[in-house]
């Protein structure tokens, strides 16, 4: 069900309205909305609003940006309630967003509820060189490499990531999984991925199987 603070969220995101998203955020929270539609129909709508309107001209860059600090800003909000009380952990998991590829919101979100479903969580940020992914798998040794994309332009990174590990002798090692609007199971079966989640929730459940194998 759509509410009214529902539709402002959406409002405040796609207008890079930053100043009023907490409130809203916190309002609606306090009205009892599910975080879900907090999620699905406020925050997260908001970007593919903007997406359209950045793919139809309508807005540039900047607009872009403004949009997507008011969406961090409306996340943080949302963050301590999806994370809960300190969990065992279940597994660890490194994600990043790979090389070239400045987006991380989704990443963000997905590590979040990681969290929340009791993973150990090590974020290595964006932009990241196959080189560094490599050297934190070998450091770190997690259960699951998380790596996400927003651009097709960075897609082919994660293939070579995959590559990379394979000729350090680490790809048996550790479950890669994979994620981004651009991204596909296909796209994952073909680069060799152990799987893929269409949205954060799927990608937690995806997350939990591979470490119930180990
Ligand atoms: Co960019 N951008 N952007 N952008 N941007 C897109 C991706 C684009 C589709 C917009 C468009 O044209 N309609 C387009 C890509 C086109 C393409 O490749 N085919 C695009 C472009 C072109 C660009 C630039 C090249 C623009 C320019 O400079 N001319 C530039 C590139 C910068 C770079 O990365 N090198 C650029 C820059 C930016 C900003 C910096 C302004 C900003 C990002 C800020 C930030 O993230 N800190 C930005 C934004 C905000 C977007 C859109 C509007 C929104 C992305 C977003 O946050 N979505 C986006 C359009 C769109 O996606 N509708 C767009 C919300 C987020 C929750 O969804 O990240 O998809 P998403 O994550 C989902 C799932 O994909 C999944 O879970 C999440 C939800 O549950 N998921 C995973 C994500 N990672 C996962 C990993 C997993 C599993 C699931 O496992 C590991």
Redesign the pocket.
């Known amino acids: 069900m759509t509410n009214s603070f529902i539709v402002q969220i959406k409002h405040a995101v796609v207008d890079g309205k930053h100043k009023e998203i907490q409130r809203l955020v916190q309002s609606a929270i306090e009205e009892k909305t599910s975080l879900e539609d907090i999620l699905n129909s406020g ?2 709508a908001a ?2 609003v ?3 309107k ?2 139809d001209g309508q807005i540039f ?1 900047p607009e ?2 403004a ?2 600090f008011t ?2 800003k409306g996340l943080d909000i949302v963050k301590p309630i999806i994370k809960g009380a300190d969990n065992k952990s279940i597994g660890t998991i490194v ?1 990043g967003t790979v090389k ?8 963000n ?2 590590c979040m509820m990681l969290e929340g479903a009791g993973f150990k969580v090590i974020d290595l940020g964006i ?1 990241l060189t196959v080189e560094k992914v490599v050297q934190q798998v070998r450091k770190i040794k997690p259960d699951i490499l ?3 994309a ?5 897609m082919p990174e994660m293939k070579r990531v995959i590559e990379e590990l394979k000729i350090n002798g680490l790809r048996d090692s550790v479950k890669v ?7 596909s199971a296909n796209f994952a079966k073909k680069i060799g991925a152990d799987g ?8 937690v459940q995806l997350s939990k199987k591979l470490v119930s194998k180990n």
């Open positions: 925050l997260i970007m593919d903007v997406g359209q950045f793919s860059v872009m940006l949009s997507a969406m961090k994600m070239g590829d400045l987006h991380d919101i989704g990443k979100l997905f932009d998380g790596l996400s927003l651009l097709t332009t960075t999984i994979v994620g981004g609007a651009p991204v893929y989640g269409e949205d954060a929730a799927e990608a």
